[in-house]
């Protein structure tokens, strides 16, 4: 929200009362407090009828200070996210007269009197401040000038907003799951879940956090409406404001952007790791089209015959009847025997997904039993707020109240029990302002959070049933919902620009905290054309997570190309097929197994993503910080998707040397190359030093990855590698004359370049040069 006219002028109907005069400062024990007048205080008339601003300033964790700018206090305690509980750090006033908040290597200093100076410094630099005119209580007449928000309701009263420096050539970047620019630099960011597809400015998973590339990020504690101008309404400053009283945020320092996220997850939460068959191909139904058992057996046939690894079988929405959605039933006209069918897939070695919503149509048995424990949402009149659109007649479940959140997981722990495996959370997004909650929460502020309780409950009971192999796969979310993976991008279309426009979307939430992520190959929306099909495949494959999934179209690779029997029996494509395209990049899925484990172990352990922007896996290459058509699957290998049908795509290397994963090519980086791919490539580069733990079966994820693992080396500057798969470690150190792995003792081996040696004893080498 813009509030200023220009430079010197706020808009019509637009009273700001910043804080101007830091009048007194008290350290306690654990916080510094600071009494901010709005105006300078020259005499002891200047301290009458006028705002003054309360901002505490106190230290969190290691690296992370906490600031909260409060106005009036008498109202209630406003709702914020979960976060770590404050340890360490300290608070003094110095010989000067400032109030100095140390927190490992961030130090917070506000200055005595006027002008209105809050700093961040780490290292002796100054990172990032608040200074005139920064930080302010913001009043509106009711025709102020000043846009209405997204929420659907009127413009609030009264505001705060801060503003912080954003210095020359400082990048932002996160900010959630957004499909614009990666750098969010001149733009207006509403932070408010919608159910916008993907190619608006509107976004399914909104998370208050920025990153930059400047040694800091900032996380804005406040999960209603908050309204971010990124170098936008003031070009030297970000601002974020919200409606009400109080506004808090937490300056998060890093020497990298990996570290800054380290930080950040360490405050909001983490993800756990996923199962290892979570990481394979997954085959939808689709979302429309017609389907029963015999479709989906005609599907698995079809990926067995044309030797396509499958590991997961998702049904969507219509495997409950229509206009039920949701009464967690299936529909026995076209599944009669959903534990028979769920029985002979588990045969074929798949799991099984279902789709979810927290939505209950009238038309479901399960209405009027929710309505009649209080487990909907209400208007406040005291009946259930209904609406038309999506389910007729539909309502809301009330995840504040612990009784309808175990209803809820109640409803879903038989589907489990069936033979159920992993379970699509949809929606989340359209939840109204107009209701009253079970535990007296403000709508506005509920509005983001309400997909947290969703998927947090969702997930609970997928881990109670399924121990340490509880998987999601979600659309919606705010801060903390990275502690339930997995999320995908949503309602894309089927073109080139949907496809690059969700990468986008990938990395921004990836720079948000997110470790876990996916979208729908070949798009959502309408029927792909072969080229924009095959293209995306191996975008899909080389992502997290890979799902093949449509609107109102199938998504088997062998309708999008000839495909033939051959006399044996067995289904041959040409090479630059669709289903070849897709055996191709599926096996090599598999064999990385190992290498994803270890990348979404790193992602628990650290906050760390699988998938990394490049400003994130090379911090120090200005050249890389703006990129957001390639990056890094795990530590080691680069992947730049293809959105020509032609196969033209322009691509960056870092500096050192890259080989080209699917040929063998190496090649020098350090600057641009231009390539031209077929349907049955990419580029997709490891780089020098890196060592690739492949397993040695490609038909699917989940096996015991130490028999027969190769350890793939890819020689380097002289140094060592520490490699964990399952249980092992490995050791892999080079020298000028030779690679050599040391590890358990077992039936897996050492491989460089076209050479394998098997391990002896635990160990083998293989000479260089």
Not at 127 to 152: E, F, H, N, Y
Not at 275 to 287: H, I
Not at 463 to 473: H, S, T
Not at 619 to 637: C, F, H, K, S, V
Request: glycine share 10%; aromatic share 10%; with cysteine.
């Amino acid at each position: 929200m813009r509030f200023t006219d220009g430079f010197w002028l706020m808009r019509p109907g637009v009273q700001a009362f910043y804080s101007r005069d830091a009048h007194e400062l008290e350290a306690t024990a654990d916080a510094l407090v600071v009494t901010a007048a709005t105006k300078p205080i020259t005499t002891r008339g200047d301290l009458l009828n006028l705002p003054a601003l309360t901002v505490t300033v106190a230290p969190h964790l290691p690296g992370i200070v906490r600031v909260r700018i409060d106005h009036h206090t008498g109202g209630a305690a406003p709702i914020r996210f979960e976060t770590a509980a404050p340890s360490g750090g300290s608070v003094v006033i110095d010989d000067a007269g400032a109030g100095v908040v140390t927190s490992g290597d961030l130090q917070a200093r506000v200055a005595p009197g006027a002008p209105w100076s809050l700093e961040f410094s780490s290292g002796g630099r100054v990172l990032t401040g608040s200074g005139l005119k920064s930080q302010a209580w913001i009043r509106l007449a009711p025709d102020a000038a000043v846009d209405a928000p997204p929420t659907g309701l009127p413009r609030a009263g009264t505001y705060v907003h801060e503003q912080l420096d954003l210095g020359v050539g400082t990048l932002v970047f996160g900010l959630g799951e957004r499909f614009g620019p990666l750098v969010k630099n001149g733009q207006t960011v509403d932070v408010w879940n919608a159910d916008g597809g993907t190619s608006s400015e509107q976004a399914y998973k909104n998370v208050p956090f920025y990153l930059t590339d400047a040694g800091y990020g900032v996380f804005v504690n406040e999960p209603g409406h908050v309204s971010f101008e990124v170098g936008s309404e003031s070009v030297q400053r970000v601002q974020f404001s919200v409606e009400g009283e109080s506004l808090e945020y937490f300056v998060i320092a890093g020497a990298t952007p990996a570290e800054i996220l380290e930080r950040y997850t360490a405050l909001t939460g983490r993800p756990v790791e996923v199962p290892a068959w979570s990481y394979g191909t997954w085959l939808s139904t689709s979302f429309t089209t017609d389907y029963d058992e015999a479709t989906v057996t005609s599907f698995l046939d079809g990926m067995r015959d044309r030797d396509l690894p499958l590991s997961v079988f998702h049904f969507d929405c219509f495997w409950m009847r229509d206009l039920q959605w949701s009464d967690f039933t299936w529909d026995e006209r076209v599944f009669p025997d959903p534990e028979g069918m769920l029985a002979r897939l588990h045969e074929r070695g798949l799991h099984v997904s279902l789709w979810i919503n927290p939505y209950i149509a009238q038309k479901s048995r399960l209405f009027a039993e929710a309505a009649a424990a209080g487990h909907l949402l209400r208007r406040a009149d005291g009946s259930i707020w209904q609406t038309d659109l999506w389910q007729a007649g539909m309502g809301i479940v009330d995840f504040t109240s612990d009784a309808a959140t175990s209803w809820f997981q109640e409803r879903l722990r038989p589907l489990l029990r069936q033979g159920v495996d992993a379970l699509k959370t949809d929606f989340g997004e359209r939840i109204p302002l107009d209701v009253v909650y079970a535990d007296g929460s403000d709508p506005r502020r509920m509005h983001n959070l309400y997909t947290e309780r969703y998927n947090a409950a969702v997930h609970a009971v997928l881990d109670q049933e399924r121990p340490g192999e509880a998987v999601l796969f979600a659309r919606s979310a705010t801060t903390g919902g990275q502690r339930h993976p997995v999320h995908w991008g949503g309602d894309s279309t089927s073109s080139f620009a949907s496809m690059a426009e969700t990468l986008r979307g990938g990395l921004s939430l990836s720079l948000s905290g997110f470790g876990f992520w996916s979208h729908d190959i070949g798009g959502f929306e309408g029927t792909p054309d072969a080229a924009v099909f095959k293209r995306w495949i191996p975008f899909g494959l080389l992502s997290s997570h890979s799902r093949f999934h449509g609107s109102d179209s199938y998504r088997v690779p062998w309708l999008f190309d000839d495909d033939a029997a051959s006399a044996s029996g067995h289904r041959e494509s040409a090479p630059d097929s669709a289903v070849s395209v897709t055996r191709r990049f599926a096996k090599l899925k598999n064999r990385l197994a190992p290498y994803l484990l270890a990348a979404g172990r790193t992602a628990a352990e650290t906050g760390l993503p699988v998938m990394r922007p490049m400003v994130l896996a090379f911090p120090e290459d200005l050249n890389a910080r703006t990129l957001d058509r390639q990056y890094l699957l795990g530590p080691d290998i680069l992947v730049a998707p293809v959105f020509t049908a032609a196969g033209d795509v322009d691509l960056y290397l870092p500096a050192g040397g890259w080989t080209q994963l699917l040929t063998g090519e190496r090649v020098e980086g350090g600057g641009w190359r231009t390539e031209r791919h077929g349907f049955d490539s990419v580029p997709v580069y490891v780089r020098d030093g890196a060592v690739l733990p492949l397993g040695a079966r490609d038909d699917r994820p989940d096996t015991d990855h130490l028999d027969g693992l190769v350890l793939r080396a890819f020689p380097g500057a002289p140094g060592s590698r520490t490699i964990r798969v399952a249980e092992a470690t490995f050791e892999v150190a080079t020298t000028a004359d030779a690679i050599t792995a040391t590890g358990p003792a077992g039936s897996w081996a050492l491989q460089v370049g076209d050479r394998t040696i098997a391990s002896a004893s635990g160990s083998a080498r293989l000479p260089l040069g």
